[in-house]
């Protein structure tokens, strides 16, 4: 019986007993609200007439705010379950107290118990939602709140009944004890339903002691655009709701002269509104929130407002009343309601129930106060009749109206962040200079700053040639950090003078080549003398890295016409033959200076000889040079580094030399069988790095690539470029067939699972199997995500699938809000079966893709015939295994695949059938 309830309800395991006790909660709330209403507005217009409620509004809008105030702090030192325990306590002694002062006839009592009955109204319906919020994740409410809506509409009918049936008889008065009853009952369902309530992420309910009264929470509303959007659209709704509540009860009175009969008028009439809000709630809220979203529910009720407003002015009788304020009500606490009460959803659990407050309470009863201002105006001191009230009511819905559109965008990008507070933090930090800074202020940095400052200071004033800087400078010579030293020597080349050379000279003894290749720049640069004479003193010394680092700074520099005689085959080739660290260290910076040689250059005709140097940093600068140059005939060499962990970094780089030029020729590799594929499952990387319009059109073809993890390695590479770049990199109607191929994948991988689980041998080879489909069902979704990244906002994707497969409920719920906010229906119908699992897998895989359940027999040959290798080698192991001699014709063409893998368990598999 319980699961036909569940699945009638459209809920979830676990959800049946906390949804049916909220139902109940808030059916008795508004019981008591709608038997209270009728009674407060008889005993009021009875004794003082329609007018006198533009001062009721004021009124109102004056006590809330101090009684809202205290709320708010009471709520930042006490739990929410003792302050909604302890409000329900104090309404049912209050509402003791009211039976017995209201038959002593107190005319100012009738004022007290319209305000007191007001902020019933506000106070509990915000506990009400309050207590939702904390009791359902974000899934869960989209599917429980409207059935909470449901609740509170049918208690409003049965309020309302029994207010219309017992009036006369019993009297107006003595409804109020049907309340108390009612409220006593709310007491214990609260105590109930809060323990049962889920401990993780929101769901917890942590008392801390905040200093902080409600008027405090406005500064965090204003900060919060999608807070401010929701304060105004609430208070924009109350405006207008006083407009309409002032021109029905002003039409009422002039209908109706008995007070009880007024009562039960007003009993009947809530009763009929009840019943359309409750057809509304049934029929459309649902699927409004499921089909449209929130953006929809939202403005139903500006739209019936001014449909209604429009008839009030045409003919302002009571039915036209009635129609504008069945508007106003059916709406209101039906579809609107339930979409308000969605948009408190990502608002941080520390901060909602006071920011609720305010705006529920608080501002709404300031909204009320400005609304009756506003009747004060055009009722008392400009007379208008009560259907020109109309015009000014169209005109605040057209804002309301935009505010609505505004918020739905608002919604979407507070659940974003929401996500990514979530997701892992980097400690990048990006710093931008607005202004340039002036040269005197820099050269301060550089002389008295910390190593951070002042390289920040050299690459600030890379650029500048003011030979104010020559002095800093060369005091950085003597610094004992290298990087530093390198970078004021590099700098100095263009602001020095020959006067500083015998301060420099020192240098070329240093044990950095880098330092001597910029000395000997600098020496040759600004030498008055014979520089060639000079250049060829370094060519002549004994020390090989002091000569080799002469040659890189005379390729990579051109220090002038004068060298190209003394860069000789021979000379290159003596600096080569030297052993020992130094002769190391010499070919590495020869290897370095051919990226900057030109094609004929003696030095690039020993470029074979430096690529097979031992040296792996020569090797590496060899291949970048070779690249540089664009020697292709090295590239197989290249290429097979990659397949050698730890040679990869060196092949990367090499080809990465090579730039946009040899996309076409990885894309050859990359397609090629008879690349080894760990070379192959590389390139995707590497061709993302390059990050060309080419990069994307090879990667784009390996989407449909029968190679799991080569489709898997190039959506990686394509959300490397999409992070660096705005729009879609495919076309959107491409990506989201893709996905739909990921998702068909995902639920096919379950029918396999179901099809082993049918016969389950519990074999090593069969768990082996069926967390290689696991890890299958996870790639599938894992790469429908990273789909997603490439027509939605990659970081939003990236943080929405952390919160799908996180073990934290709530986190899983609010990241399934977020998607449903945003993904199209057609992903969302492909693709929130497998996120929600509010359906069986398999059923949706029949209704989506016509998937049928298979036998475990079907499943092991269909895996054994499919085009994933390692599956298929899985299968063929359980095969093996279990000696399935059955099998035998699948297996044997299996000994001829390309796969090492699969080839080889296929024999295993023969073999252990011919041992019989």
């Not at 709320?71 to 006490?78: H, K, L, Q, V």
């Not at 000014?392 to 659940?415: C, D, N, P, Q």
């Not at 291949?623 to 990367?652: C, M, S, T, V, W």
């Not at 594929?677 to 590389?682: D, G, K, T």
Request: include cysteine; glycine fraction near 6%; charged fraction near 20%.
């Amino acid at each position: 019986m319980t699961v036909y309830i569940t699945k009638l309800l459209n809920l979830q395991q676990g959800e049946l007993g906390r949804a049916l006790l909220m139902f109940l909660y808030a059916f008795l709330l508004m019981s008591a609200y709608l038997i209270l209403k009728p009674v407060r507005n008889s005993l009021f217009l009875d004794r003082f007439g329609a007018d006198q409620l533009v001062y009721m509004y004021m009124i109102i809008a004056v006590t809330a705010t101090p009684i809202a105030s205290f709320y708010g702090w009471s709520a930042s030192r006490t739990s929410l379950p003792r302050l909604v325990g302890a409000t329900t306590l104090f309404i049912v002694v209050n509402l003791a107290i009211f039976w017995y002062l209201i038959g002593q006839q107190f005319s100012w009592l009738v004022y007290v118990f319209y305000v007191w009955v007001s902020l019933f109204g506000v106070f509990t319906t915000s506990q009400l939602w309050l207590l939702a919020n904390y009791v359902f994740d974000a899934r869960e409410a989209k599917r429980i709140f409207p059935m909470i809506a449901a609740g509170a509409i049918l208690g409003g009918m049965m309020g309302s009944l029994l207010t219309n049936l017992f009036a006369v008889m019993v009297g107006t008065e003595n409804l109020l004890w049907l309340c108390v009853g009612f409220m006593l009952v709310c007491f214990g369902i609260l105590m109930a339903v809060w323990r049962m309530r889920p401990i993780d992420g929101v769901g917890k309910d942590k008392k801390k002691k905040q200093s902080r009264a409600l008027g405090g929470m406005l500064p965090v509303i204003l900060k919060s655009r999608h807070l401010t959007l929701l304060t105004l659209m609430v208070s924009l709704t109350v405006i207008v709701s006083t407009f309409v509540d002032f021109q029905f009860n002003k039409v009422v009175k002039d209908a109706f002269e008995d007070k009880d009969k007024l009562t039960a008028f007003f009993g009947a009439f809530f009763f009929a509104l009840s019943v359309v809000s409750l057809l509304l709630q049934l029929l459309l809220s649902s699927r409004i929130l499921r089909r449209f979203g929130i953006g929809m529910a939202i403005l139903f009720l500006p739209v019936g407002l001014l449909l209604g407003s429009a008839a009030i002015f045409i003919a302002p009788v009571l039915a036209s009343a009635i129609l504008v304020k069945i508007s106003d009500g059916s709406f209101r606490y039906s579809i609107n309601k339930t979409g308000l009460e969605l948009l408190y959803l990502p608002v941080p659990a520390a901060v909602k129930s006071r920011v609720k407050a305010l705006i529920d309470v608080a501002g709404d009863r300031v909204a009320r106060g400005v609304g009756g201002g506003l009747l004060y105006i055009v009722n008392d001191l400009l007379s208008w009749p009560v259907q020109w009230i109309s015009f000014l009511s169209a005109a605040i819905i057209a804002g309301w109206i935009a505010v609505a559109v505004m918020i739905k965008r608002e919604y979407s990008r507070t659940f974003r962040d929401a996500l990514a507070r979530r997701a892992i933090d980097t400690d990048q930090v990006h710093v931008k200079m607005h202004e340039a800074a002036s040269i005197e202020a820099l050269t301060g940095i550089l002389r008295t700053g910390d190593r951070r400052q002042i390289l920040f200071a050299l690459e600030l004033t890379a650029q500048e040639n003011s030979p104010k800087l020559a002095g800093p400078y060369s005091q950085l010579l003597t610094h004992n950090d290298n990087e530093i030293k390198k970078r004021a020597l590099s700098a100095l080349v263009k602001v020095g003078n020959e006067e500083l050379c015998p301060q420099i000279k020192p240098l070329l003894a240093d044990d950095d080549p880098e330092i001597r290749v910029h000395t000997i720049r600098y020496l040759c640069t600004h030498t008055s003398g014979d520089r060639k004479a000079l250049f060829e003193s370094f060519l002549h010394q004994d020390d090989p890295l002091l000569r080799a680092s002469a040659c890189r700074s005379a390729l990579e520099y051109g220090l002038g016409d004068f060298t190209e005689d003394l860069l000789t085959r021979a000379l290159y080739e003596e600096i080569m033959t030297n052993d020992g660290e130094d002769g190391r260290a010499a070919r590495q910076q020869l290897a370095i200076a051919m990226r900057f040689a030109t094609s004929g250059d003696p030095l690039t005709s020993l470029l074979p000889r430096l690529v097979s140097d031992p040296d792996p940093g020569t090797r590496r600068s060899a291949l970048i040079a070779a690249a540089a140059l664009d020697r292709r005939e090295f590239l197989p060499a290249i290429i097979g580094y990659l397949g050698d962990p730890q040679l990869n970094r060196l092949g990367q780089d090499a080809l990465m030399a090579f730039g946009p030029a040899i996309l076409d020729s990885l894309r050859d590799y990359l397609n090629d069988v008879d690349v080894p594929l760990v070379v192959r499952l590389r390139l995707p990387s590497l061709i993302s790095r390059i990050g060309s319009e080419r990069s994307v059109e090879i990667l784009q073809e390996q989407l449909e690539s029968k190679f799991v993890l080569l489709r898997y390695g190039a959506l990686r590479g394509l959300n490397r470029i999409r992070h660096h770049r705005e729009g879609p990199l495919i076309p959107e109607n491409d990506v989201r067939e893709l996905m739909k191929v990921e998702a068909r994948g995902y639920y096919e991988i379950y029918t396999y699972v179901e099809g082993i689980a049918s016969g389950r041998s519990n074999s090593r080879a069969e768990k082996l199997l069926l967390q290689t489909l696991d890890n299958r069902q996870r790639l599938h979704l894992e790469q429908a995500f990273r789909l997603a990244g490439l027509i939605y906002p990659i970081d939003d994707m990236y943080n929405a699938y952390n919160g799908v497969t996180s073990s934290v409920k709530t986190m899983r719920a609010r990241a399934i809000e977020f998607l449903d906010t945003v993904w199209e229906n057609e992903e969302k119908r492909h693709l929130f079966p497998i996120l929600e699992r509010n359906v069986r897998l398999d059923e949706a895989g029949r209704q989506l893709f016509e998937l049928p359940a298979i036998s475990r027999e079907a499943t092991l040959r269909s895996l054994l015939q499919g085009d994933d290798a390692w599956l298929a080698a899985c299968a063929a192991f359980v095969v093996a295994e279990e000696k399935l001699l059955e099998y035998r014709n699948d297996i044997e063409p299996l000994v001829d695949s390309d796969n090492d893998a699969l080839r080889e368990t296929a024999r295993t598999a023969l073999d252990t059938f011919a041992r019989g």
